[in-house]
C-alpha cells in the first residue's frame, strides 16, 4: 500500500506561477524524497529531506517537512514549461534496517501553460 | 558517468509466459531496487538487491523473483504472466549501505501482457 497521498492529484497554473504540491504520510520516516516523472518515464530525483530537517532549497524549489503533522509540501517558484511532469514524494521508514526502499505517495500531475 | 540502462524497453508478452528484464546501475553503485508502475496502484516496491543478496522484499507474489550478479546488473523476473502484470517496471540504483542516499532511476521497461 502506498504510504503517501498527495494534493492536489492535478494542478494548471500558468507560466511564471509558482506551484504547491503537498504529501502527508502515514508513519515515522527516516527522510522524504522527492522525485519528477516525465510521461511515463524514469524518475528524476529532485530534493531529500531528512527526518531532523524543517526546511531545505535547491535552485527554485523548496521543501518543508512538518513531522509532527506527517506532512511536507513541495514549492517550485517562477514555473517554466517545461516543469510539466507528474511530481512523487517517496519516503525511507524509520526501523527498516539498511535499506533503500521508497514508498511512493499518489502524485501531483502539473501542467505549466506556456 | 553512464547512468541507469535498462533492457528492453518495451515487451509484448501472452498470458502464461515468462519475462526476464535487466538492469545495469551506475557505475560503482551496488544497490539496485526494482518498482512497478500502474495507473491503478501506482508506483510499488518489488525488491531491493546489495551485493548480490536480497535486502527487502515488496508484496508481490513470488511470481516475480530477481537476482544482483557479481558486477551489480539486476534481473528481474516474472513467470506465468498475467494481465494485471501490465506496467512500467523501473530499476533504480544508490551508492551504498546508508539509507539516506537519493535513488537513481532507469528510463522503465514497459511490459504490456495480452
Known amino acids: 500500500s502506498q504510504q503517501g497521498e498527495e494534493d492536489p492529484q492535478a494542478l494548471s497554473i500558468q507560466e511564471g506561477e509558482n506551484a504547491t504540491m503537498n504529501c502527508s504520510y502515514k508513519?515515522?520516516?527516516?527522510?522524504l524524497q522527492w522525485y519528477r516523472q516525465n510521461s511515463g518515464r524514469g524518475l528524476v530525483h529532485l530534493i531529500l529531506?531528512?527526518?531532523?530537517?524543517r526546511e531545505k532549497h535547491s535552485g527554485r524549489l523548496r521543501v518543508t517537512l512538518d513531522t509532527s503533522k506527517k506532512s511536507s509540501s513541495l514549492l517550485i517558484t517562477a514555473s517554466r514549461a517545461a516543469d510539466t511532469a507528474s511530481y512523487f514524494c517517496?519516503?525511507?521508514?524509520?526501523?527498516?534496517?539498511?535499506?533503500?526502499?521508497?514508498?511512493f505517495g499518489t502524485g501531483t500531475l502539473l501542467a505549466v501553460q506556456p | 558517468k553512464a547512468g541507469v540502462t535498462q533492457t528492453p524497453r518495451y515487451l509484448i508478452k501472452t498470458r502464461g509466459q515468462q519475462v526476464t528484464l535487466s538492469c545495469s546501475p551506475i557505475?560503482?553503485?551496488?544497490?539496485v531496487s526494482w518498482y512497478q508502475q500502474t495507473p491503478g496502484q501506482g508506483l510499488q516496491f518489488l525488491f531491493e538487491?546489495?551485493?548480490?543478496?536480497?535486502?527487502n522484499k515488496g508484496n508481490f507474489p513470488g511470481r516475480f523473483s530477481g537476482r544482483q550478479f557479481s558486477n551489480s546488473r539486476s534481473e528481474m523476473n516474472v513467470s506465468t504472466l498475467e494481465l494485471g502484470d501490465s506496467a512500467l517496471y523501473l530499476c533504480?540504483?544508490?551508492?551504498?549501505?546508508?539509507?539516506?542516499?537519493?535513488?537513481?532511476f532507469g528510463p522503465g521497461t514497459r511490459l504490456t501482457v495480452l
Open positions: 533504480a540504483s544508490s551508492p551504498g549501505t546508508r539509507t539516506t542516499n537519493e535513488q537513481f
Open positions: 508513519t515515522s520516516i527516516n527522510n
Open positions: 529531506i531528512r527526518s531532523n530537517e
Open positions: 517517496a519516503t525511507v521508514l524509520v526501523g527498516g534496517g539498511a535499506t533503500n526502499k521508497l514508498i
Open positions: 557505475s560503482g553503485h551496488r544497490s
Open positions: 538487491y546489495f551485493s548480490e543478496t536480497q535486502r
